[in-house]
């Protein structure tokens, strides 16, 4: 069993900065792709960005694009999220998920092939 543990998240004005991290452990770890996702109060979950463990290759929600930069450490097993410029309408928990290898992968990989969760760290976004 893989876990994840995160941590980075705290409260901060608009337009500040912060940094994720997702820290991979347990079993030896193997994905093809890993992610972020978010879910605001009253919310569906939704995809914040992907990027493929191997590869190095990026996918964005629109809504963040040119804002938030997702990148990996393979030699630590750790994921990050680097999320500039923030907005009151970024204030969410946010979580980190991994999607295990498959025989036929996809990219990006849809939101049902994340089959591993972290436990979501806290961002507020408010002056």
């Known amino acids: 069993q893989v876990h994840f543990v995160e941590s980075g998240g705290g409260t901060v004005d608009p337009g500040a900065s912060l940094r994720l991290s997702c820290a991979a452990s347990g079993r030896t770890f193997s994905s093809y792709a890993m992610g972020w996702f978010r879910q605001a109060p009253g919310k569906e979950r939704e995809f914040v960005a992907t990027?493929?463990?191997?590869?190095?290759?990026?996918k964005y929600a629109d809504s963040v694009n040119g804002r938030f930069t997702i990148s990996r450490d393979n030699a630590k097993n750790t994921l990050y999220l680097r999320l500039s410029s923030l907005k009151p309408e970024d204030t969410a928990v946010y979580y980190c998920a991994s999607v295990a290898p498959r025989p036929l992968q996809v990219w990006p990989p849809p939101r049902a092939h994340f089959d591993s969760w972290g436990q979501g760290t806290q961002v507020t976004v408010s002056s």
């Open positions: 990027i493929n463990w191997s590869s190095g290759n990026t």
